[in-house]
Structures are given as structure tokens and as C-alpha cells.
């Protein structure tokens, strides 16, 4: 397996990782906007200067109306004029249609970019971060917050952009109409905006605890979901049901809280039109009766100021569905903050044959955060290649964390790991883990049916090798009884099959990938007698030309390894046979007593 520099990229610290999130923190909203719409920047150029067309277009009808006022006072004949209004209308009604569709696909594509993004990402996130963050709210991050994303590129970026273009040349055009007129509707709209921006940033706030309140909400309902049977076993479906609901309804506070802060900008700006509109008119028809301007003109600017009450809506409407999107970005770029492993290919598993590994752990210390106590204090053993080692000692003492470690789900706060004599931060993760099958404690299995599971660490095994897994893990029986065979599906987290199957089914997963090195945590905890017996001679017999590492409680289990590792509170006190830390070892004797007792009682 080759090195790299993927190493360490991964062994960064949690206070350099909080450092970099810190840094990134500044980052301005609509920076971290250009980011997700610069693939997308000619199309979305394209909406908007379909839309500036748009725009121009519904400029030109007012300057058409005032020559048709002008020709009837005149007795001229208005055909052409009609022509002209029917075809801006056509064209404003086929431009405005196009150039929403562009910007609605621009904005579906900036959305899926995000979300591809955002869960490349979260799928290499070291166990670490996964371990500080509630998987509901990660989801909400990529559902509900990337979602606002669609609204936010279309509504505020063109729209502050498009809308923005068409209010200053609509008020270029009524200063050229009526300087004096324009004077007073620019008084009005500059009172309007002042509110409006008083307006804006209390909107900011509750849309950004309206978002964190529907992850807050994810999160609880992930947490039901995912015990539920335990749940209505403890008869506690009216708590739970309360703190979801509570959830809900903050977030449901929240969003109104936004809503009517959006409203009353938007009542604003609707309000500043027809003060606008009733000023103009009133100033408007004391400049025509002094002759100052004739009729036509008064119409033509009355037509502007109704023109203006679009483009001015959009801005605001952009404005503030800018402060619901900015609160959204914060979230995803939090959550693209979070430290994980580098991206790299997947590396092609051990072949047939291939020499198994060593491993040696040299003084390693570790604990799983920095207010958390130690876990190892300087863990020290060598496993040479081929043969079985088992790992005993009381709960608590740190067996299952040498596997998180040797898998580099986490790293070492002190001392040396090494496989083939090669540390594992100079390892590729990909690499390393190709090498490994791991069987966890709980034999989680997937949504999907019995074949996806099994080739999950194997898509390119043939029927051959699963037929032969199948049978080696004496699931085969199980397949004939399933009404699709391998192909049938097995439930939420495996719940159609047995907890016996589902060990079963992580193991012939981990034989599939031909590991080097397997690492079984209590692989055999659910397994009647029979499968028991049966997968302790299928371990003995992989063990002979694989290294194998094996957590255990059970006695006929540890027996038959080559080498015993007993740990106690972090730290390794004995290795041995079985023969020889009976009498060597009190704890190990003690163990062995008390699981020979409960096996036999």
C-alpha cells in the first residue's frame, strides 16, 4: 500500500481544526454565495440579462403611451402605436418566461452542486466531528438549508442584481420625463428604504434561529427514530413527542417572527408606491394646470411610478430572502467546517494470497476529546502476522478503541502505531483500510436488500466468492428461506433479520474484502451454540494464512487464540496463551473462572 500526504491532512488537531473554522467564520454571506453560483456564472448571466430584457421592455410601454396620448390629441392615427404596446407585451410576457426558466434551472443546479458538495463532505468527516454533531441537524443542513439556496441565488443575487438595474433606469428615465416629479418620488422611496433597512437585520436573526431551530428539530426526531423500539418499550412516546413538538414550534416561532418582519419591509415598500403615486398625482396635476407639463407627460410618469413599484418590491424582496439565505449558508459552511479525512480513490483491495499484516501499538495514549479522561495510558504489544490475538479485560478497559484506532477513525494523542512496521499516519486511509475488515460491535446493516450489504467493502465480487461467504458464514440457509434470495430487502437498519443474522452478515462483509488484517469486536455475542462452534472454526481457518484481531468475553472464544492481550483501566498487564496466564495473570485467572461459570451454569 502507498503513502501519501493524506496522513497527515487527517491528524490534524481539533484546536488547529477550530482555528481554520474560526478563520473561515468571517467569510461574508454573499462571498460564500459567489462560491456556489461561480460554475453556474454564464447561466445565471443569461437569466439576468434575459430579464434586464424583460425589464427594458416594460420601460418602453409608458414612452409608447405618452406618443399615443399625444397622437390622439392631435387626431394622428394611433395604429402603429398599438402595434408597438401589443408587441412589447408579447415580447416582455416570452422574455419574462425564458428568462425565468433560466434562472429557475440555475438556481436547481446551484442547489444540487451544494448538496453534492455538502455530502462528499459529511461522508468523510472524521468519527471525531461525528461524534460532536447530532445527525439529525446534519441532515437538515442538507434537506431544509440547501433547499434555501434555490431561492437565494434567484431572488436575491439576480434579483438585487436585475431589480436594482431596472430601478435605476426607471428612475433615469421619470428624471428625464420630470425632474420635478422625480425629486418627489425619490423623497418618498428614500424614506421607504430607511425603514426598510431598520427592517432587514431582524430578519437576519430570525431566520437564522428559525434554521437552527428545524435542525434542533431533525436532531430530536433522528433520536426517536433511531430507538424507537426502545422508546415505546420505556412508554416514553409522550416525552419524546413534547420535545419534538417543542422543536417545531420554536422553529414555527421563529419563522413567523421572519415573516412578519419580511411583510412589514414589503408593506413598506407597497405603502412608499402609493404615497408616491397619490404625491405625483397631486403635484403632478398642479404642474399640468399651470401648463408646466402637458397631460401626456403626467400619464407617462403616473405609468413610471406604477412601473416602479416592481422593481422596488423585488429589491426589497431580495434583500430580505438574502437574510434568510445568509443564515442558511452560515449552517452549510459550518458544517463544511467540520474536520474530515481527504478525499481520495478508492484503493484496490488485498489480493488472493497476500501477505497478512503486523501490527504494534508503542506507548500510545488517547482519549476521545480533551475534557474527556484518558482512555489508553500507554499501550504497548506487537502482533506478528498470520494467527489470532484476543483482546479480554473488563468493560471499560479500551479494547474496542484499539480498533477505531488501527482503523484511524481517531488518532493517537501520544506514542506510535505501526502496521508492516509503517506508522499509520504516513498511511493513505484508503489504502489502510483496504486492507482491513472490520466487524463492529453492533453488526450495524443497512437499509437495502441482503446482496448490498454483503457487497458493501466488495462491489466487484462475483457470485462465486458470495456464495462461498454465504456458506462459509452458514447464511446460505437463510438465503433459500428469503423469498428474493440475496436480492430481498432487509429493513431499516436490518430489522427483518435476526440479531445472529445481522453478526453474520458483517462477517461475510468483512471476508469479502480479503482482508490483511480482521478485526471482529465481539463478532459472536449473538450467535446460538451451533454458529458459534461453526464461525470459530471458519476464524481459526482464516487465521492461518490472515491476521486476526479478536475482542471477546466468551472462553471458548479467547482459548483457541494464538495470543491472549489482557487490558485493564487503559492499559495492557499480560500477554500470554490461555495456559500460560491462568497461573501468571490474577485478573485473567478471575475472568476465565467467571465465563467458564457462566457457560456452564
Keep these: 500500500m502507498g503513502t501519501g500526504n493524506g496522513g497527515s491532512a487527517v491528524s490534524v488537531s481539533d484546536t488547529e481544526a477550530s482555528r481554520e473554522a474560526s478563520a473561515s467564520s ?12 461561480r460554475p453556474h456564472r454564464w447561466a445565471l448571466l443569461g437569466g439576468a440579462v434575459l430579464s434586464l430584457m424583460t425589464g427594458a421592455t416594460g420601460l418602453a410601454l409608458p414612452l409608447v403611451a405618452r406618443g399615443l396620448i399625444e397622437d390622439l390629441q392631435h387626431d394622428r392615427a394611433i395604429t402603429g402605436a398599438l402595434l408597438v404596446m401589443s408587441a412589447l407585451v408579447i415580447a ?16 436547481e443546479s446551484v442547489v444540487l452542486g451544494a448538496r453534492r458538495a455538502l455530502v462528499s463532505h459529511l461522508l468523510r468527516l472524521r468519527i471525531a466531528a461525528v461524534d460532536r454533531s447530532e445527525p439529525g441537524d446534519l441532515m437538515a443542513r442538507i434537506t431544509s438549508d440547501t433547499t434555501l439556496l434555490r431561492e437565494v441565488t434567484t431572488d436575491s443575487l439576480v434579483g438585487i442584481g436585475t431589480g436594482g438595474l431596472t430601478l435605476v433606469a ?49 436532531a430530536s426526531l433522528e433520536r426517536v427514530l433511531g430507538a424507537l423500539r426502545t422508546v415505546k418499550a420505556s412508554g416514553a412516546e409522550h416525552r419524546e413527542e413534547q420535545a419534538v413538538h417543542a422543536a417545531a414550534e420554536e422553529s414555527w416561532r421563529q419563522s413567523v417572527k421572519a415573516a412578519k418582519w419580511s411583510a412589514l419591509a414589503g408593506n413598506t415598500a407597497g405603502l412608499s ?7 405625483v398625482l397631486a403635484v403632478g396635476g398642479a404642474r399640468v394646470a399651470t401648463g408646466a407639463i402637458d397631460i401626456g407627460t403626467l400619464v407617462a410618469f403616473l405609468l413610471f411610478v406604477f412601473y416602479l413599484m416592481s422593481p422596488i418590491q423585488q429589491v426589497v424582496g ?53 475534557d474527556l479522561p484518558y482512555i489508553h495510558h500507554g499501550v504497548t504489544f506487537t502482533v506478528p502476522p498470520r494467527g489470532m ?16 484506532l488501527i482503523e484511524r477513525f481517531y488518532d493517537p494523542g501520544e506514542g506510535r502505531i505501526t502496521l508492516d512496521g509503517q506508522d499509520l499516519a504516513d498511511w493513505d486511509v484508503s489504502g489502510l483500510r483496504s486492507a482491513i475488515g472490520y466487524v463492529e460491535q453492533d453488526a450495524p ?26 456458506k462459509t458464514t452458514r447464511l446460505d440457509g437463510l438465503v433459500d428461506r428469503l423469498p428474493n434470495g440475496m436480492d430481498t430487502l432487509v429493513g431499516h437498519r436490518g430489522t427483518k433479520l435476526s440479531g445472529g443474522e445481522r453478526q453474520r452478515v458483517a462477517i461475510a462483509r468483512a471476508l469479502l474484502r480479503r482482508p490483511r488484517l480482521l478485526l471482529l469486536d465481539e463478532a459472536t455475542s449473538q450467535l446460538d451454540a451451533v454458529n458459534e462452534a461453526a464461525l470459530r472454526d471458519t476464524v481459526a481457518d482464516v487465521a492461518r494464512t490472515t491476521t486476526v484481531l ?18 485493564d483501566a487503559g492499559e495492557v498487564r499480560a500477554v500470554g496463551t490461555h495456559r500460560e496466564l491462568v497461573t501468571a495473570d490474577p485478573l485473567y485467572a478471575e475472568l476465565a473462572a467467571t465465563q467458564f461459570l457462566a457457560s456452564t451454569g
Design 26 to 37: 468571517d467569510v461574508p454571506p454573499w462571498r460564500l454565495l459567489l462560491g456556489y453560483v
Design 92 to 107: 416582455n410576457a416570452a422574455i419574462g418566461a425564458l428568462g425565468g426558466f433560466v434562472l429557475r434551472y440555475t438556481a
Design 170 to 218: 426607471t428612475l433615469v428615465m421619470m428624471g428625464v420625463v420630470d425632474p420635478v416629479l422625480f425629486a418627489v418620488t425619490l423623497g418618498v422611496v428614500f424614506g421607504a428604504g430607511t425603514v426598510i433597512g431598520v427592517i432587514v437585520p431582524r430578519i437576519n436573526r430570525a431566520s437564522r434561529q428559525a434554521q437552527n431551530a428545524v435542525g434542533a428539530m431533525g
Design 273 to 279: 408606491m402609493q404615497i408616491a403615486f397619490i404625491t
Design 318 to 370: 431580495a434583500v430580505a430572502q438574502y437574510q434568510t439565505g445568509a443564515a442558511a449558508l452560515a449552517r452549510i459552511e459550518e458544517a463544511r467546517r467540520l474536520p474530515a479525512e481527504p478525499a481520495s480513490a478508492p484503493a484496490p483491495l488485498p489480493l488472493p494470497g497476500a501477505e497478512p499484516a503486523a501490527i504494534a501499538f508503542e506507548n500510545v495514549r488517547f482519549r476521545y476529546a480533551d
Design 389 to 404: 490475538t484476543a483482546f479480554v479485560g473488563p468493560s471499560g478497559a479500551g479494547k474496542t478503541t484499539v480498533f477505531s
Design 445 to 470: 446493516v443497512l437499509s437495502g436488500s441482503l446482496r448490498d450489504n454483503l457487497v458493501l467493502g466488495n462491489p466487484d465480487a462475483d457470485e462465486a466468492d458470495l456464495l462461498r461467504a454465504l
Design 550 to 567: 479478536v475482542v471477546a468475553h466468551r472462553l471458548s472464544t479467547v482459548t483457541m487464540a494464538d495470543r491472549i492481550v489482557v487490558m
